[in-house]
């Protein structure tokens, strides 16, 4: 699999982080953008599944998922997604 960060050792840029929330509506391009950033930047599980969900279905769906896992507790959201 061809990364989109190239070598994984290159600093994540701004630009990197602007496309993971660019859906291009190809489903398979982007979670693999959203997991190659995912492991750039060495999220956790739990941000690392929110990353996916922005980066395919955008960002109100992930947070919206943010929240439901949390039973709606936004503290308990943000003590898990920081």
Do not use: W
Not at 14 to 28: A, C, M, Q, R, V
Not at 48 to 61: D, E, H, L, S, Y
């Amino acid at each position: 699999m061809n990364s989109c960060f190239g070598n994984k050792n290159t600093t994540v840029t701004e630009k990197d982080i602007i496309s993971i929330l660019k859906p291009t509506g190809n489903y398979s391009l982007d979670k693999q953008r959203a997991e190659e950033y995912a492991d750039a930047v060495k999220m956790d599980s739990a941000n690392r599944k929110m990353a996916v969900v922005m980066a395919t279905q955008g960002p109100a769906k992930a947070a919206k998922q943010m929240m439901e896992d949390c039973g709606g507790d936004y503290f308990v959201m943000r003590s898990k997604y920081g």
